[in-house]
Every structure is written in C-alpha cells, then in structure tokens.
C-alpha cells in the first residue's frame, strides 16, 4: 500500500528523500570516523561533516560559522532560551502565545527557576502583531521567542516587522535576542534569515525529506552554553556529530529551501474554498478565507459540526487518508493550547483537525482528500 500518496500530515513528519537519504547513507558509511577525532579516520569525517555545513549555509544564504548541527528543532529552539540561564541575573523571556510545546514547555521550566516568564497575546487570526510584543518589553527583557509559522493553523508571523519594532524600541539601550522558531518556514516559504533583527533560529531536517534527529541552530553571534560537555559545534552543542544527518539534511536545503510554493497556493486555495461550502465545516480561523496571504499554503485547520476531532482522523484513517488534530507533540495531552489563545470556542477546538501537504502532495490527492472528507461528513449528517 502506498502510504505516502494520501499522507497529510507533513507538519508532524515527511516521508524522506530516498535519493538523498541514500546518498548520505553512503557516504557516511565511507566517512565513519569521529569527526572530533585526530587520526586520518576522524579527519576525513570532520571534512565531510564541514562541508555539509558549507552546503547548508549556501541554501539558507548565511556564513558557514553560523550553522550549528543539533539533534532537532526542539534542541535547536531550547540552546538559545537556556544559554540566557547563564547570565549572572535573572530577568524576562518574552514568547509567543502560539509557540511550539518546544519552546513553551522549556519557558515553563524556566519559571520554576525564578525566570519571569509572559506570554504575548495572539489576535483571533494567530497572528502576533509587533505592537503586542512591543508593549510587554522591559528594562531586564533577555530574549523574545516567536514563531515564523505556526505549526496548527499555518498562520504566517510577521517577524520581520517584529524584529524592527524591537530595534526601534530598545534604541539607545541593551536589545533582548530575537529568536524565531523556522521549522514550519523552510522549504515552505521564502525566509531570509539574514535579516538584521534575527539573533537565531531553529530548522528540523525532516519537516523537509530529511531524515529524523538532526536540525540547525542558525546564530548571528556565539553566545554562551548553558549545557557543557566536549565542545563540538564550538562549545553551543557538544555531542558526537551526527554526519550522516548533517549531509542528508544539507542535501534537503539545496533542493528545498525557498521553492516556489505558487502552485500549492493556488491549490490550497481551491481546497479551502471547496471546505468552506461544505455545511458544518468551519475553516480556522474564518478569516483565512478572505486573508489567504497570511497562512503557509501547507497548513489547513478546519472544524466540522458534530464530529470530534479524533473520530474525523480516525474515519479518514480507516479509508486510508492520514491527518492530524494539530502538533504531534501535544496531541496526546487532548489540548488545543494553540486556539486557546486565538480564542476559538471550544466546539470548535473539539472539532479541528490539521490538514498539512508538503513538496511531493499532488493536487490530484488533495481532490481525493476532499472527496474523503464529503464522505465522512455525510455519514455524520444522515
């Protein structure tokens, strides 16, 4: 059976790359040294591991001492918010309502630390404005957190706009770091982390046909580690380096980051359309219909009337189509955090699922999809 064609769920994983993966499998099985190492063996892997660094830095259009290896976007999210840990003075985290559990559950932590942790409020459309953000800084304010896209409803961050306010805002004193969570961005839309108001940013390679367990930290400046231990990737992330993570996911910018998505727009689109006409189904937020613009094309949330969310998923995954009710990471907590903060009624976050297409969705199986999802519907409505 060809999972794969009727899998919608890419913001919790994708199907890897074969040819990339199996590229990288080779080589890695050529290259099996420690790349710390100082033997012939160890050097040869330290070589490769370097030049996927290089790879990576070309796709994303930064400098190669920026790129850090992690074990994902969790890790890649949590360095930046922990190496503020290591300050002699506890002070302020500022993020985003709509922040990833990654980013979240690591901010809780550090509230039981004494850290004054605030949360800065989304609209109803999941979108944190630059005056939200801007309203809540403070003189002891250390780092701010928002994501460029969110992973449940697609809603697209305006962090560039953000980043400006915060400079604007800080002029003549200490500017807190800006961090911004990437993983839902690359490969879907255009960013350019080279902006001047981005201190760092978190990628997961497989969000994008990567394989599992490897991300990047991109950082404009070395800070300093909260977590110690061997000194790879310069002290920020010690660990025996992933290699055969680090090419295959360099692999995967080159061939995916910033595609064209123009096309899956206009699919999306359609696909949107086609579920707002549907009685009972409520697209989330509503506004989307009018302000398409705003939302990653990859991202779809939707409720339908009298149909919990977990038995939508299950009677599509019965007929073999593969969906969500929102992040992996938190769905088995049975909360909708997310909408919680966009303030949608609770009918409505007991009844949204998460559509989510990626590089090889066809828009011949987002027609099948919809066609599933009439047939369920009608069920339910007899």
């Known amino acids: 059976m060809d999972y794969k064609k009727h899998y919608f769920d890419w913001a919790a994983t994708s199907p890897a790359d074969e040819d990339i993966l199996n590229e990288a499998v080779k080589i890695s099985l050529e290259n ?3 790349p710390s190492g100082s033997n012939t063996v160890g050097k040869k892997a330290k070589t490769i591991l370097e030049e996927a660094r290089s790879t990576a830095a070309k796709a994303l259009g930064v400098k190669p001492d920026t790129i850090y ?4 976007g969790t890790e890649s999210n949590q360095i930046p918010l922990l190496a503020v840990m290591s300050k002699p003075l506890k002070g302020t985290v500022l993020i985003s309502s709509i922040e990833h559990p990654a980013v979240k559950a690591q901010a809780e932590a550090m509230k039981h630390c004494g850290w004054n942790v605030v949360e800065i409020p989304s609209n109803t459309d999941g979108i944190i404005e630059p005056e939200a953000v801007t309203s809540l800084l403070t003189n002891d304010t250390m780092i ?10 697609g809603s697209i961050q305006p962090i560039y706009e953000i980043a400006d306010a915060i400079t604007k805002a800080c002029e003549g004193k200490r500017r807190p770091k800006f961090h911004v969570d990437c993983v839902q961005a690359v490969g879907k839309i255009s960013i350019d982390l080279n902006y001047k108001g981005i201190d760092s940013a978190a990628l997961s390679s497989h969000k994008i046909c990567g394989p599992r367990g490897i991300g990047i930290l991109y950082m ?6 909260f977590l110690r231990g061997g000194g790879q990737e310069k002290g920020i992330r010690s660990g025996t380096e992933n290699v055969l993570g680090a090419v295959a996911f360099s692999k995967c ?6 595609k064209d998505n123009s096309a899956q727009k206009a699919k ?3 696909f949107i359309e086609q579920l707002s006409k549907l009685p009972g189904c409520t697209i989330v937020p509503p506004s989307r219909i009018e302000k398409k613009d705003l939302f990653s094309p990859f991202i779809v949330q939707a409720a339908f009337a009298h149909i919990p969310g977990n038995v939508m998923l299950r009677s599509l995954d019965a007929i073999g189509f593969y969906i969500s009710t929102g992040s992996a990471c938190s769905s088995k907590k049975n909360s909708r955090p997310v909408l919680e903060a966009m303030h949608v009624p609770s009918e409505i976050r007991e009844t949204a699922v998460r559509f989510s297409f990626g590089q090889h969705t066809t828009p011949q199986a987002i027609d099948e999809l919809y066609d599933a999802i009439l047939s369920v519907t009608k069920q339910f409505n007899r």
């Open 268 to 270: 999306t689109d359609e």
């Open 69 to 72: 290896f992690t074990s994902g």
């Open 220 to 225: 404009k400046d070395s800070i300093e580690p």
């Open 144 to 153: 701010v957190a928002v994501m460029a896209v969110n992973n449940e409803t």
């Open 32 to 34: 099996w040294g420690n």
């Open 253 to 258: 910018l080159l061939r995916y980051f910033n």
